[in-house]
């Protein structure tokens, strides 16, 4: 039966009490032990524009009544029961006016009664109108249980199941949020501008919760991470460093045994359930097909995304609006900057549009991210927000991940791989052509607003960089070049600044998701130091280097991406590029005064610049300068750039 039908829609008529109406909080007893597991958001502000309905669960809690003392204005307007009697949703009315403070739901059945206190504050200065991650930024995303394990204290927790383990390469390692405010210094020196950690909030899976997304808990950090107000320190010792904070978040799944309402659903809709396990058919296309079934449909973002962790039902009300709460809570409370949503499209689409539409609506600035791991340009602009959409849906969502650029740059600066050979002249490695990121550019007509594309060397989902180039320094830089020159907003995964490989490629995920060395007490080698990244001399896999390889691609990325956070022309500025043959593949980026040359050779040769092919743009730039040596450079056909080499060339008008 819908849980519509077996909703109890009990409207109180309370009137709430200033201090003059005589309620004294010493004359109701405080929440007896076990009375209240969870009321959630734990707090909430003045001036917001979302509703506040409070979840609020406890044993048997649907059959106490409940109000709220301590402030004038705010009152309760309905409690909702579910169809489990351990939970209400209470729907309480913070008007414009209400004053911060303490504020006592109190609950009564018959001669009995109890308060919870429950605090209601002022809003930070403008918080509405914060800023987010644009084009001028570079996200470095971190894996935190891989990253610095800055409070040795938390690795193994009493109340969390999986124990730390580092000789293990699936369990948790015990990196956390005290070591990347420990390191927050190294991420400002390189260049970068903003920080998405992986999920942080708790993981309770017994095997493989390091990677965070299978929560146990949306309102907890991760106690081997730290605690809520850490994670608030965090985010406030970032931006006095000029770094902004995206947080990951995951609304399609949960854990599937761990979550704390995993054995007492309020709903039997509050997730996806089947006569027996139903995965996803993973089939975007079904979500924005005109043709398209329903039971497709019904399968893409009804099916569950992994056994492992259980499928979230947006088309649940209550549900819906408790993600709303969640996301804002997270952005008030810690003061963040924006978010990025994992596994966007298995979500139900038009709840979610609803989601983000309300996050939005509360800081119209806000930028979000969705992971929409689709190859092809015209699928992943369906997702983006005010897209033209035959169907007229607007998913409200203002910014996706280009992964059809970051597949087409794989082909292109990859390590030959299963047999194939270098290619020549305008061929790639791999033995694509550069065309393929022509022609990925070319498709860029489909999106409604350029400036809101992802692009990305990899992530923690994707092969590392190393393993991509065949951990050739020349086939990186050329690619690193690429994506620092690019239109959209920059993300690099740590360590892709020193060309990190994976340890062992058939362990999967684990095996790509390498500690950062240096992190650790003990480590042989340091790369937050030069003299550490100078003097390795093995490879994750145990495999030898060159000697002082890592410092030679840290020194050039660090180069080019703190050129890259002043350029403005490539923040906002126009690509023009050429149709790439065996001469290479050349593209301008441009404004009104400023114009910066790319030239990318990805074939085994050394090829000449066709410099004269490029007139319409290049009459009267005179000398430039090499962005990565600081020379002047006048261009020319006889311009000779050697095999797998890029140069940055900077003109001022």
Same mark, same amino acid.
């Given at each position: 039966?819908?849980?519509?039908?077996?909703?109890?829609?009990?409207?109180?008529?309370?009137?709430?009490?200033?201090?003059?109406?005589?309620?004294?909080?010493?004359?109701?007893?405080?929440?007896?032990?076990?009375?209240?597991?969870?009321?959630?958001?734990?707090?909430?502000?003045?001036?917001?524009?979302?509703?506040?309905?409070?979840?609020?669960?406890?044993?048997?809690?649907?059959?106490?009544?409940?109000?709220?003392?301590?402030?004038?204005?705010?009152?309760?307007?309905?409690?909702?029961?579910?169809?489990?009697?351990?939970?209400?949703?209470?729907?309480?009315?913070?008007?414009?006016?209400?004053?911060?403070?303490?504020?006592?739901?109190?609950?009564?059945?018959?001669?009995?009664?109890?308060?919870?206190?429950?605090?209601?504050?002022?809003?930070?200065?403008?918080?509405?109108?914060?800023?987010?991650?644009?084009?001028? %930024?570079? =996200?470095?995303?971190?894996?935190?249980?891989?990253?610095? @394990?800055?409070?040795? #204290?938390?690795? $193994?927790? +009493?109340?969390?199941?999986?124990?730390?383990?580092?000789?293990?390469?699936?369990?948790?390692?015990?990196?956390?949020?005290?070591?990347?405010?420990?390191?927050?210094?190294?991420?400002?020196?390189?260049?970068?501008?903003?920080?998405?950690?992986?999920?942080?909030?708790?993981?309770?899976?017994?095997?493989?919760?390091?990677?965070?997304?299978?929560?146990?808990?949306?309102?907890?950090?991760?106690?081997?991470?730290?605690?809520?107000?850490?994670?608030?320190?965090?985010?406030?010792?970032?931006?006095?460093?000029?770094?902004?904070?995206?947080?990951?978040?995951?609304?399609?799944?949960?854990?599937?045994?761990?979550?704390?309402?995993?054995?007492?659903?309020?709903?039997? %809709?509050? =997730?996806?359930?089947?006569?027996?396990?139903?995965?996803? @058919?993973?089939?975007? #296309?079904?979500? $924005?097909? +005109?043709?398209?079934?329903?039971?497709?449909?019904?399968?893409?973002?009804?099916?569950?995304?992994?056994?492992?962790?259980?499928?979230?039902?947006?088309?649940?009300?209550?549900?819906?609006?408790?993600?709303?709460?969640?996301?804002?809570?997270?952005?008030?409370?810690?003061?963040?900057?924006?978010?990025?949503?994992?596994?966007?499209?298995?979500?139900?689409?038009?709840?979610?549009?609803?989601?983000?539409?309300?996050?939005?609506?509360?800081?119209?600035?806000?930028?979000?991210?969705?992971?929409?791991?689709?190859?092809?340009?015209?699928?992943?602009?369906?997702?983006?927000?005010?897209?033209?959409?035959?169907?007229?849906?607007?998913?409200?969502?203002?910014?996706?991940?280009?992964?059809?650029?970051?597949?087409?740059?794989?082909?292109?600066?990859?390590?030959?791989?299963?047999?194939?050979?270098?290619?020549?002249?305008?061929?790639?490695?791999?033995?694509?052509?550069?065309?393929?990121?022509?022609?990925?550019?070319?498709?860029?007509?489909?999106?409604?607003?350029?400036?809101?594309?992802?692009?990305?060397?990899?992530?923690?989902?994707?092969?590392?960089?190393?393993?991509?180039?065949?951990?050739?320094?020349?086939?990186?830089?050329?690619?690193?070049?690429?994506?620092?020159?690019?239109?959209?907003?920059?993300?690099?995964?740590?360590?892709?600044?020193?060309?990190?490989?994976?340890?062992?490629?058939?362990?999967?995920?684990?095996?790509?998701?390498?500690?950062?060395?240096?992190?650790?007490?003990?480590?042989?080698?340091?790369?937050?130091?030069?003299?550490?990244?100078?003097?390795?001399?093995?490879?994750?896999?145990?495999?030898?280097?060159?000697?002082?390889?890592?410092?030679?691609?840290?020194?050039?990325?660090?180069?080019?991406?703190?050129?890259?956070?002043?350029?403005?022309?490539?923040?906002?500025?126009?690509?023009?590029?050429?149709?790439?043959?065996?001469?290479?593949?050349?593209?301008?980026?441009?404004?009104?005064?400023?114009?910066?040359?790319?030239?990318?050779?990805?074939?085994?040769?050394?090829?000449?610049?066709?410099?004269?092919?490029?007139?319409?743009?290049?009459?009267?730039?005179?000398?430039?300068?090499?962005?990565?040596?600081?020379?002047?450079?006048?261009?020319?056909?006889?311009?000779?750039?050697?095999?797998?080499?890029?140069?940055?060339?900077?003109?001022?008008?």
């Amino acid at each position: 039966m819908n849980h519509k039908s077996l909703l109890l829609l009990a409207v109180l008529s309370i009137t709430a009490l200033a201090s003059c109406s005589g309620f004294k909080p010493s004359d109701v007893p405080d929440a007896p032990e076990g009375a209240l597991a969870h009321v959630e958001p734990l707090s909430w502000w003045t001036g917001m524009k979302c509703p506040l309905q409070l979840l609020v669960n406890g044993p048997d809690i649907s059959s106490w009544d409940v109000r709220i003392e301590g402030g004038s204005g705010v009152k309760v307007k309905s409690v909702n029961k579910a169809e489990s009697a351990n939970y209400l949703f209470v729907d309480v009315d913070v008007p414009a006016s209400a004053k911060p403070g303490t504020y006592w739901l109190v609950f009564t059945k018959g001669k009995d009664s109890f308060k919870y206190p429950y605090e209601i504050a002022s809003r930070r200065k403008n918080s509405a109108d914060r800023a987010s991650f644009t084009t001028a %930024d570079l =996200i470095y995303l971190i894996m935190p249980d891989r990253f610095a @394990n800055g409070d040795p #204290s938390n690795d $193994s927790t +009493p109340d969390t199941d999986e124990k730390a383990d580092r000789s293990s390469i699936g369990s948790r390692h015990g990196g956390d949020l005290q070591g990347i405010i420990d390191h927050l210094d190294y991420i400002a020196d390189l260049g970068a501008t903003a920080i998405w950690n992986t999920p942080l909030l708790l993981d309770n899976d017994r095997r493989g919760s390091y990677h965070g997304y299978a929560a146990a808990d949306y309102y907890k950090i991760d106690p081997r991470y730290g605690d809520n107000a850490l994670y608030k320190e965090f985010v406030s010792k970032a931006h006095e460093k000029d770094l902004k904070v995206i947080m990951d978040i995951v609304t399609n799944h949960s854990g599937t045994t761990t979550h704390w309402w995993a054995t007492d659903l309020p709903f039997q %809709d509050w =997730i996806h359930q089947f006569p027996s396990y139903t995965g996803s @058919n993973y089939a975007f #296309s079904a979500l $924005s097909d +005109p043709h398209g079934s329903k039971r497709d449909a019904m399968l893409m973002d009804s099916g569950w995304f992994t056994r492992g962790m259980v499928d979230m039902n947006l088309d649940n009300p209550y549900l819906l609006h408790y993600f709303k709460q969640w996301a804002i809570w997270w952005i008030e409370y810690s003061d963040l900057d924006g978010f990025r949503v994992d596994t966007y499209p298995y979500n139900e689409k038009y709840p979610m549009a609803e989601w983000c539409k309300a996050v939005t609506d509360e800081y119209p600035g806000f930028n979000i991210v969705g992971e929409c791991w689709i190859g092809s340009p015209a699928s992943i602009a369906y997702w983006q927000k005010d897209a033209p959409n035959s169907d007229g849906f607007n998913s409200f969502l203002p910014s996706i991940m280009d992964f059809p650029l970051m597949n087409a740059a794989n082909s292109v600066f990859g390590a030959p791989q299963g047999g194939r050979q270098g290619g020549q002249g305008g061929r790639g490695g791999g033995g694509t052509s550069a065309k393929a990121l022509y022609d990925v550019l070319a498709q860029d007509y489909l999106y409604h607003d350029l400036s809101h594309l992802m692009i990305f060397t990899s992530n923690h989902d994707t092969r590392r960089v190393g393993d991509i180039v065949g951990k050739d320094p020349a086939r990186f830089k050329a690619m690193v070049t690429f994506f620092a020159t690019a239109r959209g907003i920059l993300q690099i995964f740590s360590g892709d600044e020193m060309m990190f490989s994976s340890a062992d490629l058939r362990a999967g995920d684990p095996g790509l998701r390498v500690d950062f060395p240096g992190g650790w007490e003990g480590d042989e080698f340091d790369f937050f130091t030069d003299e550490g990244r100078a003097a390795a001399d093995v490879d994750f896999d145990g495999q030898p280097i060159e000697k002082g390889m890592r410092k030679d691609v840290y020194d050039y990325c660090r180069k080019l991406f703190r050129w890259r956070k002043d350029a403005e022309v490539i923040h906002n500025g126009k690509t023009l590029h050429f149709i790439p043959g065996r001469n290479g593949y050349g593209y301008f980026r441009y404004n009104d005064t400023d114009t910066v040359f790319v030239f990318i050779n990805p074939s085994d040769e050394a090829v000449h610049i066709p410099w004269s092919d490029y007139s319409e743009i290049t009459d009267g730039l005179g000398t430039g300068t090499n962005v990565i040596t600081g020379e002047k450079v006048t261009v020319s056909n006889d311009t000779e750039v050697g095999p797998m080499e890029a140069i940055v060339i900077e003109y001022k008008k």
